[in-house]
């Protein structure tokens, strides 16, 4: 199987309002690494992410042509989604879901703002960029380089997700932050990197998540630990040959079609 290349994206600079260059993943070094107060919730040359669409497109088309997966594109897989972007602000969605038994299905939403939305297995969403303000100072490459990262490691079989037993939120109170609360039940995920050492997870309240999605949501874990080892999800089944499926009812009004690889 062949290996996935980054698609070649013409460097372009960015200026300040004073006409200086922007060095984006450094812009605040001279400020000691700490950003001006009026750097925040701003968002300066939001255009620069432009190149994560081009990344984006160039996973899309390898994962659909290397792995056997059903691929279905069409805006009315928006509906489908919860946290899902307004439709009006969508570019495309895509959505690769693996044949084999226990694989995470992927989809990949390009927006205008420029962003990527990556939807995984049953809760896992994840943006890139993660944050465009000029305060954070986010590079398109390093946003590509996790992109690329967390797609790749869920393909692998390097993902877990996990929805805790239910229980309270309790209160405590903390001196100088008052009464906080509790997690209570949780959902948690984790990702693994195809070498086998760099992981990195994430864990949230479960009341933030809708009820009767939740409950679906442990439905198909517990599936997928019945039949995975560690309880991960399983890794995608390269493709042997012949072709994908493309289905773009929904948007064009097309019929499923079959398209060759």
Known sequence: MGEYTRPVIEAAEYRDDEGHL????????????????????????????APLLAVAAALIDYL??????????????????WRAPRVDDTLRA?????TGEACATLTFVLTDYPMVRVYAGVLFTEFYPSCGCNACDERWEDAADELEWQVFSIVGGGFSEAVSEPRRAKWSYN?????????????????????GESDRGGQSRAEDVP????????????????VSAD???????????GASRLNMVGDAGLEPTTSSV
């Open 22 to 49: 922007i060095e984006y993943g450094s812009r605040w070094a001279a400020y000691g690494g700490t950003p001006p107060e009026d750097s925040y919730s701003v968002e300066d040359h939001p255009e620069r992410f």
């Open 64 to 81: 659909g042509s290397h792995y056997e997966v059903e691929v279905e594109e069409g805006h009315h897989l928006i509906d489908e989604m």
């Open 94 to 98: 895509v959505r690769l879901a693996p």
């Open 175 to 195: 001196r100088g932050r008052g009464f906080v609360k509790g997690m209570g039940q949780t959902v948690s995920h984790r990702l693994r990197g195809l070498d």
């Open 211 to 226: 009820r009767a999605l939740l409950e679906s949501a442990r439905s198909t874990l517990d599936a997928v630990a019945s």
């Open 231 to 241: 309880g991960s999800w399983l890794p995608w089944s390269p493709r042997r040959g």
